[in-house]
């Protein structure tokens, strides 16, 4: 059968690999400590579980696109309580079905591809799905260094006024995945403010703003204008409800508008039990305190002997990853650790930049960390 060339030509998904080499090292019987996928093996609080139970109805249906309008009033009332902003549940938010779905899809909604304004830009490194969605809706991509010089941030001033006329969306993604950094509002009110010049649309995705050590992150809705901003937040990580698949978009009302014309066409609604679980969940902060304290106990348990060792932790301020410096090639490091049973992602998983960087996420149990900074001890 004949295939996309668009998916024939693109590369194993760079977890998929590493989840094929954890398999092999499982069926030899190594004892694995998995740091690899950021997928967060905590409890789902039980509050959450049981809504979920509660919600279950004799009958099912075909959950509409636009969300129940509870959920979208749960998610404005948390926006407002963490942020301080104001979002008009019926006309500036959506329901998604997890993040990463409608991550993929922007480019379908927003991008024309026959036009000179068909750039997405994306950060390198990053989570892969601003590009593969970009490839797929046939946009031309971009890629920005994310480089600890600046503090992980794209140098805007390196960005040339070509570009800016043909972009179309520029992708953020603060607290970072794969660095842990994150954005002051200032470089947001910037970005924001050249998305209203040239008319692209700043796509921030914040699915770690939950998380985080010290200081809580600040969102792009924070800016003074955002017409042209469009925030994608999570429940994934925040609640650690990655299978429930639970997460929603932000925007002005055109451009939700534009999704809930979209949507139906995709299916990907969150079915009503996990939109009603969803509800209990951004109405409670216990459960997050509770998470983010388990986060800094973890990132505790691995972050003096990293450093005893010489490495140095770069950016790491909030998300559930550790960015750690290291003078070796990346690939020669994860390799090297993955024979003593410890599964870490190379930086280059990530992009060119992320050379000189592994990344541990912290998603294994706090007793698995205090054995990994063990094994640690003795392999680096
Ligand atoms: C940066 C980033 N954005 C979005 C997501 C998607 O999360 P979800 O689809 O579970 O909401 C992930 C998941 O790992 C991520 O790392």
Known sequence: MRISPTLAAMSTYPFVRLDERRRRLVAEGVDVIDFGRGDPREPTDPLIRQALVDSLTPES?????????????????????RFGVELDPA???????????????LAQVLVDPGSETRLV?????????????AVFAGAEVQYVPLLDENAFLPDLD??????WRRTAIFWVNYPNNPTGATAPLAFYERLAALASEYDFALASDEAYSE?????????????????NVIVFNTLSKRSSMTGYRSGFVAAAPDAIAALKAYRPSVGTAPQEFVQRASVAAWGDEAHVERTRAVYRRKRDLLVPVLERKGYRIAASEAGMYLWVKVDEPAEDVASRLL???????????????GEGYVRFALVPTEDECRRAAAILEEAL
Request: glycine content about 8%; aromatic content about 12%; proline content about 11%.
């Open 158 to 163: 390196a960005v040339d006024e070509e570009t």
């Open 61 to 81: 249906s075909y959950p509409a696109a636009a969300g129940l309008p509870e959920l979208r009033e749960a998610i404005a009332g948390w926006a407002a309580r």
């Open 91 to 105: 006309r500036e938010i959506v329901p998604t079905y997890g993040s990463k779905e409608a991550i993929f899809l």
């Open 211 to 227: 998380l985080w050590f010290d200081q809580p992150p600040v969102s792009a809705l924070q800016v003074a204008a955002r017409d």
């Open 339 to 353: 024979e003593h049973g410890l599964v870490i992602s190379p930086g280059t998983f990530f992009g060119p930049s």
């Open 121 to 133: 830009v994306v950060p390198e490194p990053a989570y892969p799905v601003y590009e593969r969605g």
